[in-house]
């Protein structure tokens, strides 16, 4: 906590909405046992490209608005011009009144295969399947951009998300793991069908609050902003109790679990019995940041 709150020190320019991507891109091929291959260097710049200078949104973007994100692509088998391996996704949102930035999206994606030439031509197509590698990307790049979306308006990312499902439609005839019910749980597939159900309605709830009514006060009232934090993660308990140990669930404390434990480790002491209590239950598996939980 005393890092984050360091942070909270005001600044100028918080815009309502981050708008677009300022990516960093990285191709991780050491497992192939021929990462100093050419092809590699060329994909990391052409997916680097790619992803920064598409236009995602009709949105009218600053240099500063950009959401900050990275991609690791870890390959781990080529064989011609068919890679295997997986991606993780990880994005940040700046905090109103601060210069930190806090963690939104964190998801690995193991279903990563894709075919690719050297130099080949990448251009997205929102309602047409262009190769595997183009719609995986396009579809985390949406993702972002609703769960981003999500932490400044009340279901404002819903437009993203939209556009991330109908790449998953149009992606499922193309044989590609990842895309359909039958491809598992934690899948591109599970993600957005999770993301927009009824079922697991607290969680978009949770993401405004989180932000808007908690971390984004922070400057103002800090601790009023850790109670508003903790009410929201509370949140999250009639969720699990449909569906507990749920993916979406995971990836919620796959990006917060180090934030959450930071925020509640110092600063103005709140009531945390039932918080703690709740974190125990819904996310067991970082049960040892709970414990150093120390007010």
């Known amino acids: 906590m005393n890092k984050i709150l360091l ?8 815009q309502s909405f981050s708008q677009e991507l300022n990516c960093n891109l990285v191709i991780n ?3 192939t046992g021929n990462e100093n291959f050419q092809v590699f260097t060329t994909l990391e710049k ?10 995602w949104t009709n949105k009218v973007f600053k240099p500063q608005e950009r959401i900050n994100c990275s991609m690791v692509i870890t390959i781990t088998n080529k064989s011609g011009d068919l890679y295997n391996g997986s991606i993780q996704v990880q994005s940040t949102r700046p905090v109103f009144g601060s210069t930190y930035s806090t ?3 964190n998801v690995n994606d193991k ?3 894709f075919r690719y030439q050297e130099f080949q031509n990448m251009v997205f197509n929102p309602n047409q399947f262009q190769s595997n590698l183009i719609s995986v990307i396009a579809f985390h790049v949406y993702m972002i951009l609703g769960v981003d979306a999500d932490t400044f308006a009340l279901k404002g990312g819903e437009a993203y998300f939209q556009q991330a499902r109908t790449i998953v439609n149009y992606s499922q005839q193309e044989g590609f793991s990842g895309w359909k019910l039958e491809d598992g749980l934690q899948t591109r597939f599970a993600l ?7 079922t697991y309605k607290e969680y978009r709830q949770v993401l405004y609050d989180y932000h808007r009514e908690g971390m984004d006060q922070m400057y103002e009232d800090v601790k009023t902003a850790k109670k508003n934090v903790a009410d929201a993660i509370i949140e999250l308990e009639p969720m699990n109790n449909r569906r507990p140990n749920s993916y979406l669930m995971r990836t919620f404390f796959d990006a917060k679990a180090d934030e959450i434990e930071q925020v509640f480790s110092d600063g103005p002491s709140v009531e ?3 918080l703690t209590s709740v974190l125990n239950k819904i996310a067991p598996i970082h049960a040892g940041k709970w414990r150093s939980i120390k007010f």
Do not use: D, H
């Not at 942070?7 to 918080?14: Q, S």
């Not at 957005?192 to 009824?198: F, K, M, Y």
């Open 192 to 198: 957005i069908e999770t993301i927009q159900s009824q």
């Open 103 to 105: 963690p939104v999206y």
């Open 272 to 274: 945390i019995t039932k």
């Open 7 to 14: 942070y909270f020190l005001l600044f100028v320019g918080i």
């Open 29 to 31: 091929a050491q497992q």
């Open 46 to 55: 052409q997916l680097t490209e790619f992803v920064n200078n598409t236009t």
């Open 111 to 113: 279903n990563f295969s």
